[in-house]
């Protein structure tokens, strides 16, 4: 089955510094999409970046970029020039196939992030 | 565009009663599932759906019932609360899971 781990509870940062959140995943499929989540105190969920597993080329959403370990089954998040808006909880995400035949997401527990003015 | 409407936001129930929490989206996405979190555990799928008429269990799925009668809507019913359903419910919806989901704002439920 596959699973998806957030080693890291949480994480601090300084603002304008950068950090990375890391995520590892375990799968046997060739194929899947990889996803950051940001969940704010307002509680609601937010795409960050997605990744898709054939493209070699790591994804960048403004601040926001991927390294994208394939073999390493790596999907660490890198946050450049950290803002105080960018204090949530990060959830990593796997989209599995399931043995019905569907598929589903997998979240990672998620690792909180605290900026620090 | 509301994107996906949960209700209620807050609800507290005792031991032993049953509830429907609401979800419902208007971008016409076919998929639709529910997710509970838990402290330390992340979000864990209870049930989904890949579209009308089509429902299937989650990793979480005892206690919950689901229905999808229209693309729309994807009320999850509590059968018989417990104290181990307090938690926060989330209803997620997409045009696929290749794309990224939509979520609601939450419902917080605590059962005494």
């Known amino acids: 089955a596959q699973t998806v781990t957030q080693s890291q509870p949480e994480m601090s940062v300084q603002e304008a510094e950068t950090v990375t959140l890391s995520c590892t995943y375990d799968?046997?499929?060739?194929?899947?999409?990889l996803f950051w989540y940001k969940q704010p105190p307002s509680r609601q969920m937010i795409l960050v970046i997605r990744?898709?597993?054939?493209?070699?080329q790591n994804a960048t959403e403004n601040r926001f970029s991927v390294n994208f370990q394939k073999a390493a089954k790596s999907f660490s998040l890198k946050i450049s020039d950290s803002q105080l808006g960018d204090a949530a909880m990060y959830f990593c995400?796997?989209?599995?196939?399931?043995?019905?035949?569907?598929?589903?997401?997998?979240f990672g527990t998620g690792t909180r992030l605290k900026v620090l003015a | 565009n509301a994107g996906v409407t949960q209700t209620p936001k807050f609800q507290v129930l005792k031991t032993g009663q049953s509830m429907t929490l609401q979800c419902a989206q208007d971008?016409?996405?076919?998929?639709m599932s529910w997710y509970r979190q838990d402290p330390g555990m992340g979000l864990r799928l209870i049930h989904y759906?890949?579209?009308?008429?089509?429902?299937d269990q989650g990793e979480v799925p005892n206690g919950y019932n689901v229905s999808r009668s229209t693309t729309e809507d994807f009320p999850l019913r509590l059968l018989s609360a417990a104290p181990s359903q307090t938690s926060v419910y989330f209803c997620?919806?997409?045009?696929?899971?290749?794309?990224?989901?939509?979520f609601g704002d939450g419902t917080r439920l605590s059962i005494l």
């Open positions: 997620a919806s997409g045009v696929d899971l290749n794309q990224p989901q939509h």
């Open positions: 799968t046997s499929e060739s194929d899947y999409y």
């Open positions: 990744q898709e597993a054939y493209k070699q």
């Open positions: 995400a796997y989209r599995s196939f399931f043995t019905s035949g569907t598929y589903k997401y997998i």
């Open positions: 971008m016409n996405h076919e998929y």
């Open positions: 759906s890949v579209g009308a008429g089509i429902t």
